[in-house]
């Protein structure tokens, strides 16, 4: 076991030594890796603030009833008799006036209000419903159409629905994106393990004649492709806090814009593990698939 470790700590060490003596291959390799993983990590984080926005907006849906202008108060009553059962958990009456009221304070559009003559705006009701199926909630509001004195009805939820279709194929392509970059993760770190090994070509054919495996030769190359893929996912998280960095004043001035205070989070140490522990474990796949080829190509070995 002690002589175990004691040649994994030198497998370990000569590796160190190996990236370091040189060191603008070890950075430019380092930063070809780290672009590869910043991108679908930034989809990937572009798409949780998306989320987390979604979620922060109102997510309980509400149907939306616009009375006819010609509607009866007869009509009137029979509507807000409607509303008060059990299928419906509030109902808000915004009369007309109030409407235009609301229309009038929002920002740019008093100036337009003014100038009209009489109010455009019909009589509304905004209602909850206790359901929350897609399937439930179209049911309702095709019912609440057809009363009487109901000229239009819309369902507010559709957007977020949409919202959250679109959230779902986002996701689904940064696990592909994921598949493809992780691909070429495992092309670069395999193409610079194999020009080491061959540029050693000389001292593997030595190691062999004096009795070493393919376990022993292989070994520090692995440690080199797993250093190498850790520094990759250093890089990414260089370049996405630098993308942050860039991208926050400008989100926080569009935010307040529309009144809000969103701003971009970053991400969880979890995350971070997670993207380096991937970003390792890919480097140290293409050093393997790099040094296994090598060594079964190089008539050294045989």
């Not at 179209?138 to 507010?156: I, M, Q, S």
Request: net charge positive.
């Amino acid at each position: 076991m002690i002589g175990w470790l004691r040649h994994q700590k030198h497998a370990l060490t000569s590796s160190l030594r190996r990236l370091a003596a040189q060191p603008v291959v070890t950075l430019l390799t380092a930063l070809a890796m780290g672009v590869a993983i910043s991108l679908p990590c930034a989809l990937y984080l572009m798409l949780g603030n998306l989320n987390r926005l979604a979620g922060e907006l109102p997510a309980q849906p509400e149907i939306s009833l616009f009375l006819a202008a010609d509607v009866t108060p007869a009509q009137k009553r029979l509507i807000a008799a409607r509303l008060k059962q059990p299928d419906i958990a509030t109902a808000r009456h915004i009369p007309k006036e109030q409407a235009l009221t609301e229309l009038s304070a929002s920002q740019g559009l008093a100036d337009i209000t003014a100038g009209l003559t009489e109010n455009p705006l019909p009589d509304a009701w905004v209602v909850r419903p206790q359901a929350g199926t897609p399937e439930a909630l179209k049911r309702l509001a095709a019912e609440l159409g057809k009363h009487p004195g109901v000229a239009e009805t819309h369902l507010d939820s559709q957007w977020i629905e949409r919202l959250q279709a679109a959230l779902a194929i986002g996701r689904a392509g940064v696990w592909l994106l994921g598949g493809l970059f992780a691909v070429a993760l495992m092309a670069i770190s395999s193409n610079a393990i194999r020009a080491r090994v061959l540029s050693r070509r000389d001292e593997i054919h030595v190691s062999r004649l004096i009795g070493a495996t393919h376990r022993y030769i292989r070994r520090p190359f692995l440690y080199l492709g797993a250093l190498q893929g850790l520094l990759g996912g250093l890089a990414a998280g260089g370049v996405l806090a630098l993308a942050g960095t860039l991208l926050r004043a400008p989100v926080a001035h569009l935010s307040s814009l529309y009144g809000t205070s969103f701003q971009l989070l970053p991400p969880n140490p979890t995350e971070i593990a997670a993207v380096l522990a991937l970003a390792t474990l890919t480097g140290w796949a293409g050093a393997w698939i790099a040094v296994a080829r090598t060594l079964h190509q190089t008539s050294t070995i045989r």
